[in-house]
Every structure is written in C-alpha cells, then in structure tokens.
C-alpha cells in the first residue's frame, strides 16, 4: 500500500524555509554565507513581554487553556483591533492560535468545500496556495506585475470570479512585494467582493512596519457589511519580533470562529498558554519598542534600496512595508549568463554567498526576494557581493 496520503502528494515545502535550510548546511561547512531568506525581525523580543511570560510561569498559568485563547487575551486583541483598526468585535468573533500560519490554515479548513475556489493575487505567500489545496480548494491566481505595482484591480478580481468563488486573500502590506493597498483601492475590491458574494481573507500581519508615511487600513474598516464578510488575520510575529512565540489570531463571523475554535479543540487544543501570557503584554503593555524597530527597518530600506536598484540589470520597485525587496532580475540573469532567475539566485547564495528567495515560489519567476530584517552591515555586504558577482559575469 502506498505511504502517503493523495493530498499531501503535490505539497512542496515552503521554499522560504528551504532556502534557509540550504544556506544553513553551507554555513555549517564554514562558508560565511549572508542570509536575506528569512521573515523574521532580527531584534529581540522586547524585555517586558519576556518578563510576562516568566512571571506567568512562576505563577503557574502553565496549563491548558480554552481552544480560542484566554478571555484576557481575546480582550488584549480586541482592545487592540478598537485602538489600531476602529473595529469592534466581541469574544466570540475572536480566536487566538498558533501563529497567523495556522489560523489561516484553519480558517480554510472550516470554510471550503471541495472543488470551491480561493482568488490569489500573484505575488503571493508561499502557504496560501497550499493551504487552500489542503483543504480541498483550488487556488485561483490573479496575476498583477510590476508596471501595477504588484497590485491587483477590482477588475481582475471581478473577472476571475466563478460561481465556485469562496474567498479573496487580501494581504497588504504584502509579503513578498511590500506593496500596500490605498483605501480607495481596498474600496473598489469590497464593492466586488459585496456584488460577487465573497469572503475576504484580510492577511494584515504586516501592519505595523509601514515607511514614509503610509498608514494602514484595514479592509474591515470600510462599512459593517464589508466586516461582516471579512476574516482579519494578524499576529505579533513581526510587529513584536514574537516569530518562535507562534501567536496568531483571526476575527470576523461569529460562526466561522466558532467551527475554527471546534477544529482547534480537536487539533491543536489551545496555543501555548505561555506565548499567550508574553502576547496580552504585547498588546497591553508600551508599544515604543514597536516603534523603534519599525524605524530600524525604514532607515535600512533608506540606504539599501537605491544600492539594490543601481545593480545593472535590478529593477526594484521601492516597498511602503514590510521587510522585504522584490527585484526583477530577469535581465541580470540573463546578461549572466543564466537561464532562469531560479538557477541565478542559486548561483547567488554557492558563489556570492547571499541566500535570497527566488521569485518562483511566490509566483513571480522574474524576481528575487531579499529580507532585509538582518544588520546594516551584512545588508551593505551581502548588496556589494551581488553586485560584484553580477557585473563580474556580465
Ligand atoms: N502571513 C504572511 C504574509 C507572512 O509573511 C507570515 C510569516 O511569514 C505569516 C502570515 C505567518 O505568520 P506567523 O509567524 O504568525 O505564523
């Protein structure tokens, strides 16, 4: 009898991680390898929330927990969604799990069918789509390229429907092109999703690492009707620097969380009780160090971005969040000598030592992504090393 089960047979592991993983084997054989493959902040998590956490544990909060997340926790993320996003839910709109990764994975699970389809704008992160075939949705890819800003239009969106049409994934600031959605943009895309009858998957993860003046808004925020059909995803990850805390949580539909907050009590039975004590401190306690991390990014982006973009054949469109660049490389791989992005980016990390992400994975295979959540100095070597790499071969 075969080993493995018929859906997981087409599952391709997160190339994120992969990469990660490959740049580590060669760092383990004593090449200085520079990694620009990883999303996640390089800052410690912020004393008073390791301090929470401790003081949680001495005083014994080291059990289980209810499925959706402590009640404390629950009011911590809606006093937060009120102060940040001028949204309103109650308890029961609310569950907390194991990063934004697995609410995501769990929220598809409890809302498509088979055969039901998920519209996903390329570029996209690398789990939606296989989250969506895991629970037996097809992704439906809507494709926006550099010239639109890695943005899709309501158009496309309208286009793309079918009657098999769940759900839109909506993630601004974007992961990988750092893109962000403007108000009036958000607006058209909810008229459609209102005309259409579709869900919409809010990814907001990356809302508080926005440069240079932008400010978020959240698609929720639109009307009650849009929030009434809008799942919110977000989480502490980046915002706090929490990734190994593996805190996450979605609002919206009382029903919907519910059947996620049942699924979770037979899968997971409650995220770690003492991330979740760190997490009502994230939210409740000061935020400064949000703050200076933010303005640590931005100043990064500052000095790397026209570096990145005056390497011949990079063409960078400048990020308003996250932490990360997507250049188009084509034409430096090519002028390379290589015949595809993929085999360029794996010539940068055996010969130029920097570990990038290929744009292939987030459907974009003219690009490379680059994390830039490492120090100034490594960024300022890791930038000066491709680009003697490629005007060495050009
Ligand atoms: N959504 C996006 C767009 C991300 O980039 C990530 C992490 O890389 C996540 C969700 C998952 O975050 P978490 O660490 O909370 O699971």
Do not use: Q
């Given at each position: 009898k075969e080993l493995l089960a018929n859906r997981v047979k087409s599952l391709t592991p997160s190339s994120t991680l992969a990469i990660t993983a490959k740049a580590n084997e060669l760092k383990a054989q004593g090449i200085n390898v520079i990694g620009l493959?990883?999303?996640?902040?390089?800052?410690?998590?912020p004393q008073n929330i390791l301090d929470a956490a401790i003081d949680s544990m001495n005083k014994g909060f080291t059990k289980y927990t209810p499925s959706g997340g402590l009640p404390a926790l629950k009011d911590a993320i809606i006093d937060k969604l009120k102060r940040d996003n001028n949204l309103s839910y109650n308890r029961n709109e609310v569950i907390v799990g194991i990063g934004a990764k697995h609410i995501l994975y769990t929220l598809f699970q409890v809302i498509l069918n088979e055969g039901d389809e998920v519209i996903i704008p390329?570029?996209?992160?690398?789990?939606y789509p296989e989250q969506v075939k895991l629970a037996g949705g097809v992704p439906v890819y809507v494709e926006s390229t550099k010239e639109q800003n890695y943005k899709i239009t309501a158009e496309q969106l309208r286009n793309a429907v079918t009657d098999k049409t769940k759900a839109v994934v909506i993630n601004?600031?974007?992961?990988?092109?750092g893109m962000v959605y403007s108000k009036e943009e958000l607006e058209e895309i909810a008229k459609v999703a209102v005309e259409k009858d579709l869900l919409i998957v809010s990814?907001?993860?990356?809302?508080?690492?926005?440069?240079?003046?932008i400010t978020h808004f959240s698609i929720?925020?639109?009307s009650e009707e849009i929030k009434a059909r809008t799942i919110v995803v977000n989480g502490v990850a980046k915002s706090h620097s929490?990734?190994?805390?593996?805190i996450g949580y979605a609002a919206g539909d009382a029903t919907i969380i519910k059947s996620m907050t049942d699924l979770a009590s037979h899968?997971?039975?409650?995220?770690?009780t003492t991330s979740q004590y760190a997490t009502i401190e994230a939210y409740n306690g000061p935020q400064d160090s949000v703050e200076e991390m933010r303005k640590a990014f931005e100043s990064r982006l500052e000095i790397i971005y026209p570096k990145l973009n005056a390497i011949p054949g990079f063409q960078v469109i400048k990020p308003q969040g996250a932490f990360y660049l997507l250049p188009d490389v084509s034409e430096a791989a090519e002028k390379t000598g290589y015949n595809s992005v993929d085999e360029f980016a794996t010539a940068l990390l055996t010969e130029a030592n920097v570990a990038v992400i290929p744009g292939s994975g987030f459907g974009v295979p003219n690009a490379i992504r680059l994390s830039y959540a490492t120090s100034l100095e490594l960024l300022e070597e890791a930038v000066s090393r491709i680009e003697n790499f490629v005007k060495s071969k050009w």
């Open positions: 493959g990883a999303g996640e902040p390089d800052f410690n998590t390329i570029p996209y992160w690398v789990s601004s600031p974007s992961n990988p092109s990814d907001e993860i990356y809302e508080k690492l926005l440069y240079n003046g929720a925020e639109i929490m990734t190994g805390w593996r899968s997971t039975s409650n995220p770690t």
